[in-house]
């Protein structure tokens, strides 16, 4: 499976951001696909996520309300739409695919099997 991240730039803060990310090759629908961020000298963390094939979704709770993550199946695409931009937004975003199971899916790390090659998103206050 290869996954290409796309739609990352500058923006001021308070403004919005839709980043995409193409799914190709044998994907065998996974479990779900998510988004991640790392920020300079930071882990990278878990910010966003949805069932490949449902519509359960789920979000870190300090993007709660700003970021939507969506998908398009047919076109083995992925959104995650962020708006009301913050200065600590600012980070590389990455998107991944889980193959994991059960509820807790998207917060086991091992199930989280492959990623992108992330994209810049710098938010100036």
């Known amino acids: 499976v290869q996954l290409q991240a796309s739609g990352g730039g500058l923006v001021q803060a308070g403004e919005s951001l839709t980043l995409t990310c193409q799914i190709s090759g044998r994907t065998h629908g996974p479990a779900g696909v998510g988004w991640f961020r790392q920020a300079p000298g930071k882990d990278r963390e878990f910010v966003a996520a949805?069932?490949?094939?449902?519509?359960?979704?789920y979000y870190k709770d300090s993007v709660k309300g700003r970021f939507t993550i969506s998908k398009d199946v047919a076109k083995n695409l992925a959104y995650l739409q962020m708006g009301s931009l913050k200065a600590d937004d600012s980070a590389v975003y990455y998107c991944?695919?889980?193959?994991?199971?059960?509820?807790?899916?998207?917060?086991?790390?091992?199930?989280?099997?492959?990623w992108g090659q992330g994209t810049q998103v710098t938010v100036s206050s």
């Open positions: 991944a695919v889980n193959k994991g199971a059960g509820p807790l899916w998207y917060q086991s790390k091992p199930d989280w099997t492959d």
């Open positions: 949805a069932t490949w094939m449902g519509s359960s979704k």
